[in-house]
Structures are given as structure tokens and as C-alpha cells.
């Protein structure tokens, strides 16, 4: 009985902690992902580096001296006047031609590329390791939990409610709801539907650039990051369903626990495998994942 | 007396809660034209789509000249003979009009001759130039679909479903959209592909109906309400209750 | 009046004779000039002009966008190098790579093509990741160094026999190599098989109602893919000695996305062409900056907006023109 609870103690708890934390920011990428397909029907593969994006720029920002919770806000605010400029420039152009998704995807792939680039061009291809902005740990019913962790975790879920309750319970959110549903029935209703799809974008890759901004310190902010990141990002979304948001909370947390216990029994090479697994099996067995779509949550 | 071209017997099917078809009998004769009419909604491309084998029936089954293939797919149900046309004009629009019909026409060779150079398809090949001439689109036949009018796209709809030589020829509104002189011409059109095929027909239009079936079949919420001959189901109460209201 | 797909293929007859010439004649005066560095990077482009040919094949005809080509061709390139390092036979290496394309497209298409559309490329992507990684991680298969030192072979053509070390002989089995699969890729397309594949790109839900079954069309039509990126991948190990897991990366699939892309999607020349043209352009940027694939990506992405045909797309049209008018004086 002692070694169970010292094996959930010190191995089981503090993993699970570590997962939740890459969860909460798993999901927050995923909830950008899935908002940005549900609302536009586009892909977009340039997302994990919107994630670097924010982790380079929380970098770059706090060698210029602003502490952590200024950059926390700061950074994804920024990258709405990016985001909104991308999509109107170079989405919107290709965004009424016959093959859109395929087109959409190959943009994106490009713009993807030309960013990853320009964070070598600019800060080299080396990791870089931020410190983490709040040290040390505290003991809880004789667990040491890492105060970083359990700060993120916290604020990754009020973020994430908050989102949700926006997308599900405002005037705003029923607007986007109705124009990922029926852009035309929408417009002739009123609502502004270019907007509506820029600030979608704008909104979902700043989400991006908040949980990169929270991971940096944990995982280091490299050029390829985004690369890496993106296919958890993405088999949560198909998991979840694209364009849900309960979908990509619970196949966030569910994946992002599975990958962290897994990883304690076998080698972190393989849960790379297992998770692709669960996105095959679930796009064999049930194609539009757990939820379904944003316009009909 | 031998078995009817085409016999659908008690086909079912429920969307959800809404029962789309309910014990749906028919049977289409040889050479003969039959038309299916009802108001909207009353399951007449659920219908076709359960014989086509678009879908499946949840019960009932469908035979051709007695041989029973209830839930085949859309390609076996082709080989057994049984064609459609569709409602919405659902061609290859960005490639040749001589191409749509070519690919329909391919079964015909014997062999099959995947894997031989197209060029070396003279039947296909003799059929589409038939084809292109007789539906009156042989000046068109090196354009894309996507630059045809829509009274001729439908018309190319027809033809690619003929293309194949089939038993049954099942068509979903050939008319939807035309103008009125192009509809003149396709009834035409029809009655002269009765020689050839067993037609069974969605029409809309009534005057189209009655000068050109053989046999009308009249559906309404899901089940037959009537069949017969045009003039008799003209005058039939029923069906002028379910179509105006009142009799 | 020959049928638009015919005169398209016949254009394509054009490009490949010029593409030929053009190849031996670079052979010739890089022969003369006693080159070597050129040459090889000629063949390289040739070889994952392959690559690019078979992405071609599912994007273009098939309507399939794969992001994880790599994986085969990466595959291929492994199992000849090991094959290669036991016995140093061309022929066996191309056939091992050929049995494998069949059996590697067979598993990866019987898990792909149950989806279409972004999914579709998504689970591509995700197979070329997943396995790159185990590769990358497997020290049999030399971890994140690769397979070294596979043997300079000796090519026997019968009458003749060429050296691996050669550049230009070795650029010339290599051209010839790819221009066979071309050839092959060509003719399946423009057979009755073929032409199904451009039917599923321009409709597949109307080709069940022609008479066939989409789902084992998509599948041989991903297994001839595979084929042709193993086949070519063969190749690799034979001109550069080694092989390493990027071969397997994300960014080999992503080149060869963007070189069919530059070349002309669903033109096949746009592939080889293609993958001349990026090669050049790579070796130009890089004599500037080391930062080409930002270069790439930027004209990658207003190829897409600007030029969505390729260079295909503005070359193939003005042969086109010049044939139907010899048809027609």
C-alpha cells in the first residue's frame, strides 16, 4: 500500500501535473485550430509557428526588460493586427477559388515556411531557455508540484472558459456560430462576415501565440517548434472534432494524459506513434471526431 | 409473362425520425415509360437513390428482370443494368463533354482494356461519337461541361446515363430548369429512348407527364397513393386532394 | 478534333523530348569539362524530380494532396542503401525498392485512403512523422547519422557499364531511370484506368455512378505513387554514398509539394521541370543567403496566388498552340 501511494506521490502526480500543464496549452492551440476551420473551412498549417511566434516575440521582448505578466498579455494582443493582416492579404485572395482547401492549405504550408525561416534569420537556429517565471514548488498533500505548472494550468483554463463562454453564451459568440454555419443566411442578417472571418483567424492564431508565450519556459523556443507541436495540435482538433471547442478540450486533456502516462512506461519515441494511432482509428471509425462542428455545438 | 424490368418491393427507409419511404411497391415494364410525380417532399430521389444504390433500404427489396439486388452499390447496380441521371446536374465539369461520356461508354469494350491505351477504345469511342450526334452536342464535345447552358449540361446528364447501354434508364427531373422550348425537345428525346430502354421517370412538369408516360405512379409522403394510366390518375380524388387540397 | 487530354499529352511528348536533349546535352559538356559538382547536382534533381512525380500523381490526377511522400521515398532510399552495402547490385537495389513501393503503398494507402481532403493529408503527414521519428531513433538504421558508407557500384546495361563515381554516366542512367517512370506515368494516364484517376479529381461522387469503385481506384492509384517514390529514393543512396533520416522529413515531402506546385500540378513535366527549376533557384539564393527556404516559401506562396498553373501553366499552353497548329495548317 505505501509503494502505491509513494508511486502516486512522486511519479504519477507530478506527471500528470506536467501533462495537464502541456494540455491546457495543447488545447489553447487546438481551440485556434478548430475555430479557425470551423469559422473559414481553412487549414492552417502555418498554426505551430504562430506558436513559435509567440514564444520568439515573449523571448525578444523580455530581453528588452518587460516582466512576464505584461509580455503574457502584450504578446497575443500583438498578434491580433497580424493575424487579421494575414488573413484579409493572403487567405481572402485564394479564398473564393473552387479548390479552397487544398489552395488554403498550400498557403498556409508556405507561410509556415517563410516564418520558421525568419525565426532562424533572426535568433539563430539554437535553443533558447527563458527562465521560468515562477520558481520553485509547493507541497500539496505531499506532492511537489512545480509553481510554474500549476500557475499555467490555471490560467490556460480560465482562459479556455472564458472562450467558451464567449463562443456559447454572447451576442458575439452567437454571430460567429451563425456565420460558420451559413455565411450568406448570416450576412443578410446582419452580421459582418468579413470581419467576423478576419478576427476568427486573428483570434485563433493569437491563442496560438498565448500558449506559446506559457510554454516557452518549459520547452524552449526553437525555429522547428511549431513543427513539432503542430500534430498534437491537430489530432486533438480531429479527435475532437473540427470546430468544437468541447472537442478539443476533452480530446486535449485526454491526449496530452494518455501521451504523459505513457511516457512513464515506455520510450517517449512511441507515444508519438500511439497518438497518431488514436487520430487513424478515430478518422477510420468516426470521421468528424467526438463533437462535430462549430456552427452546430 | 415474364418478370418486369425493374420491381421494387416494399422499400423502407427512415431518416432519423422521419420516415422518408414507407412499403414502397412498384414495377417498371419493358420499353415502357413510367413516372414517378408528388409533391415535395413526397420521396421520389429518396426513391431512386434506394434503387441506384446510393443508398441502402432499411427494408424491402429491389430486383432487375427478376434478380434480386436489394442494397447494391451504385457500380453493381450499373452492371446489372440500372442507370440515373441526377437532379443536380452532377458531371466532371472541368473536363471535355466527349470525356463525361466516354468514361460512362468504357464498360462497353470487351475486354475492359483498362490498361490499353484509350485510343485503342473503339467502341467506347464509336458510341460517344453516337451519342454527341444524336443529343445534338457533337459541336460542343471538345468543350468542358462547365461552358455548356444548362439546358445542355441536362441534356449531357441524359446522354451519359444512356451512354452505357443500360436495361433501366432512371431519370431525376431531366427537365429541372430548361426553358420550355428545350423541354419540348427532350420529351421528344425520351419517347424516342423507350424503343431502346426501359425508362422510369421524375417529372414535375404535368403537361410532360401526361404526354409521355405509359404508366404514372404517384407518391406522396413516403407511400404510393396511386398508379395507373395518365388520364386515370388524373381524375383520381386522391391524388387531386394531396396535390391541390381538395378534390 | 483530337481530345483536349490527348493534345495535352502530346505537349507533354514535346517537353520530354526537350527535356532529354537538353539532359545529354548537359552530360556532354559536363563530360568535357571534366565537371563533377554540377552534374551531381543535376542528378539529384533528377531523382527527387521523382519524388515530386508522384506527389504529382495523387495531387494532380487523383485529387489527393500527400504531405508525407517522403516516407516512401525516404524507405526506398534506406532499404537500397542496406542492399546495396550487402550486395552491390543496381538492379537488385531497384527491384528491392520496386517490391517494397508495392508493399509500403498497400499499408500506407489501406490507412489513408479511407479519407479524403485535408484528412487525407493530415494522415499522411502524420504516417511520414510518426515513422521518420522511429527512424530517426533506431540505431540499427544509424539513429540520426544515417547509413554510411554504401559502395560505388557498377552499373551493367549489357552492352556497356557505367560507374556510380562517374558523374555524367551515372547522371545519365539516373535520367534515364526517371524518364521510364515518367514514360510509365504517362501512359498509365492516359489509358482508361488513368482517365478514371482525373475523373475522381474532378467528381468523385459521380464516379461510382460510371461503374467503379472509388475506394480500390484511390488505393492503386496511391500504390503506383509509392512505387515511384521508392523507385526513385533507390537511387539516392547510389549518388550521394549515405543515407540520413531527413530524407524521411517533413521538408523533403514539403519540396516536393512546392516543386510540383512551381512546375504546373497535374502536368507531370511540371514535376521534372519543376524540380530542375528549384534546384537551380535553391543553388542561385543559396550563393546569397542561407535563408533560401524563406526565398522558397515567399515565391512558393505567390505561386499559389499568382501563377496557380505553374510553370507548365505558361509554357504548356504556347506548345499546345504550336502542335494544333501544325495539325491544322
Known amino acids: 500500500m505505501a509503494e502505491v501511494l509513494d508511486y502516486v506521490q512522486f511519479v504519477l502526480a507530478p506527471q500528470v501535473v506536467t501533462g495537464l500543464a502541456f494540455g491546457v496549452a495543447v488545447i489553447l492551440v487546438a481551440i485556434g485550430l478548430t475555430i479557425i476551420f470551423g469559422l473559414l473551412d481553412v487549414i492552417n498549417m502555418s498554426h505551430g509557428e504562430f506558436y513559435a511566434f509567440g514564444a520568439f516575440a515573449a523571448l525578444a521582448l523580455g530581453w528588452l526588460g518587460l516582466p512576464f505578466w505584461l509580455l503574457l498579455i502584450l504578446v497575443p494582443l500583438a498578434m491580433l493586427p497580424v493575424g487579421y493582416a494575414v488573413e484579409r492579404m493572403l487567405i481572402q485572395r485564394v479564398f473564393n477559388r473552387p479548390d479552397r482547401h487544398v489552395t488554403t492549405l498550400l498557403l498556409t504550408f508556405g507561410l509556415g515556411l517563410v516564418l520558421e525561416d525568419a525565426f532562424r534569420l533572426g535568433f539563430g537556429p539554437n535553443p533558447y531557455r527563458p527562465d521560468t517565471p515562477i520558481p520553485g514548488a509547493v507541497e500539496l498533500f505531499g506532492i511537489f508540484l512545480p509553481n510554474y505548472r500549476l500557475f499555467l494550468i490555471v490560467v490556460g483554463a480560465v482562459v479556455i472558459a472564458a472562450v467558451a463562454l464567449v463562443v456559447y453564451r454572447t451576442r458575439l459568440g452567437a454571430m460567429v456560430r451563425a456565420a460558420a454555419f451559413d455565411r450568406n443566411m448570416a450576412a443578410s442578417l446582419g452580421v459582418p462576415v468579413a470581419w467576423v472571418y478576419a478576427g476568427a483567424f486573428a483570434f485563433g492564431i493569437s491563442l496560438a501565440g498565448f500558449a506559446g508565450v506559457l510554454l516557452a519556459p518549459i520547452y524552449s523556443v526553437f525555429p522547428t517548434m511549431g513543427r513539432d507541436f503542430i500534430l498534437m495540435a491537430f489530432t486533438v482538433v480531429i479527435v475532437g472534432g473540427m470546430g468544437s471547442i468541447a472537442g478539443a478540450v476533452v480530446a486535449g486533456l485526454f491526449l ?32 468528424q471526431g467526438l463533437f462535430g462542428r462549430l456552427g452546430h455545438a | 409473362m415474364t418478370a418486369p424490368v425493374l420491381e421494387a418491393r416494399d422499400l423502407s427507409i427512415s431518416f432519423g425520425g422521419l420516415r422518408a419511404l414507407d412499403g414502397v411497391s412498384f414495377a417498371a415494364e419493358r420499353n415502357r415509360i413510367t413516372t414517378i410525380i408528388g409533391p415535395n417532399g413526397a420521396g421520389k430521389s429518396t426513391l431512386f437513390n434506394l434503387i441506384s444504390g446510393a443508398l441502402r433500404p432499411q427494408s424491402g427489396a429491389v430486383f432487375v428482370e427478376g434478380v434480386e439486388c436489394t442494397g447494391a452499390p451504385p457500380d453493381r447496380m450499373l452492371a446489372a443494368g440500372v442507370a440515373r441521371s441526377f437532379q443536380i446536374t452532377n458531371l466532371l465539369f472541368d473536363l471535355p463533354v466527349a470525356e463525361n461520356l466516354r468514361l460512362a461508354a468504357q464498360m462497353l469494350e470487351r475486354p475492359r482494356k483498362y490498361w490499353l491505351p484509350i485510343s485503342l477504345s473503339r467502341i467506347a469511342r464509336a458510341r460517344v461519337a453516337e451519342l454527341l450526334e444524336r443529343f445534338g452536342l457533337a459541336h460542343k464535345a471538345g468543350l468542358a461541361v462547365a461552358q455548356l447552358s444548362h439546358g445542355e449540361q441536362r441534356r449531357l446528364e441524359v446522354a ?31 419517347r424516342s429512348l423507350a424503343a431502346e430502354v426501359t425508362v422510369l421517370l421524375i417529372e414535375h412538369d404535368i403537361g410532360l407527364v401526361m404526354n409521355l408516360s405509359d404508366h404514372v405512379i404517384v407518391m406522396h409522403q413516403g407511400r404510393k397513393l396511386a398508379e395507373g394510366t395518365p388520364a386515370s390518375v388524373r381524375a383520381n380524388t386522391a391524388v387531386q386532394t394531396a396535390y391541390f387540397g381538395h378534390a | 478534333m483530337p481530345d483536349a487530354l490527348t493534345v495535352a499529352a502530346r505537349a507533354n511528348h514535346v517537353l520530354v523530348g526537350v527535356l532529354i536533349l537538353a539532359g545529354l546535352a548537359f552530360a556532354a559538356i559536363g563530360a568535357a569539362q571534366n565537371d563533377t559538382f554540377y552534374l551531381r547536382l543535376a542528378t539529384e534533381a ?24 517522403a516516407l516512401y521515398f525516404g524507405l526506398g532510399a534506406y532499404l537500397s542503401a542496406l542492399v546495396l552495402k550487402a550486395v552491390p547490385s543496381f538492379w537488385l537495389a531497384l527491384a528491392a525498392g520496386l517490391g517494397a513501393g508495392v508493399v509500403l503503398g498497400l499499408v500506407g494507402g489501406i490507412i489513408a485512403i479511407r479519407v479524403r481532403g485535408v484528412y487525407f493529408a493530415l494522415i499522411t503527414f502524420g504516417l511520414a512523422q510518426v515513422v521518420a521519428k522511429v527512424v530517426y531513433n533506431t540505431r540499427s538504421l544509424g539513429a540520426s547519422d544515417g547509413l554510411l558508407g554504401v559502395p560505388i557500384i557498377n552499373i551493367d546495361l549489357g552492352l556497356a557499364s557505367v560507374s556510380s563515381a562517374s558523374p555524367a554516366g551515372f547522371f545519365l542512367v ?9 514514360a510509365v506515368s504517362a501512359y498509365i494516364l492516359d489509358t482508361p484506368f488513368g482517365r478514371l484517376l482525373i475523373a475522381l479529381r474532378a467528381n468523385d461522387r459521380r464516379v461510382p455512378f460510371l461503374g467503379y469503385r472509388t475506394a480500390s481506384l484511390r488505393l492503386s492509384s496511391f500504390v503506383f505513387a509509392a512505387v515511384i517514390a521508392t523507385v526513385s529514393g533507390t537511387l539516392y543512396p547510389m549518388l550521394r554514398g549515405f543515407v540520413s533520416p531527413e530524407l524521411l522529413f517533413f521538408s523533403t515531402s514539403g519540396n516536393a509539394v512546392i516543386t510540383v506546385l ?30 533560401h527556404l524563406m526565398i522558397i516559401g515567399l515565391l512558393f506562396m505567390g505561386a499559389v496566388i499568382f501563377l496557380p498553373n505553374g510553370l507548365m501553366g505558361l509554357v504548356r499552353p504556347a506548345v499546345e498552340r504550336l502542335l494544333m497548329r501544325k495539325a491544322r495548317p
Do not use: C, N
Not at chain 2, 451519359?160 to 422550348?181: C, I, N
Not at chain 3, 533528377?46 to 500527400?66: E, K, M, N, P, Q
Open chain 1, 256 to 287: 496530452t494524459q494518455v501521451q504523459a502516462i505513457a511516457a512513464l512506461y515506455i520510450s517517449p519515441v512511441w507515444t508519438d506513434p500511439i497518438v497518431f494511432g488514436i487520430m487513424v482509428v478515430m478518422l477510420m471509425v468516426r470521421p
Open chain 2, 160 to 190: 451519359v446515363a444512356l451512354a452505357g447501354k443500360p436495361k433501366v434508364l432512371m431519370l431525376d427531373e431531366p427537365t429541372q430548369g430548361m426553358s420550355h422550348g428545350d423541354t419540348e425537345d427532350t420529351a421528344v428525346l425520351i
Open chain 3, 46 to 69: 533528377l531523382i527527387f524530380g521523382g519524388l515530386a512525380l508522384s506527389v504529382d500523381i495523387l495531387l494532380g490526377y487523383t485529387g489527393l494532396l500527400s504531405l508525407g511522400q
Open chain 3, 174 to 182: 539516373v535520367l534515364a531511370v526517371i524518364i521510364a517512370l515518367y
Open chain 3, 262 to 291: 512551381l512546375g504546373g500540378v497535374g502536368t507531370l513535366m511540371g514535376a521534372l521541370y519543376g524540380s530542375v527549376l528549384l534546384t537551380v533557384l535553391r543553388s542561385l539564393i543559396g550563393t546569397w543567403t542561407e535563408h
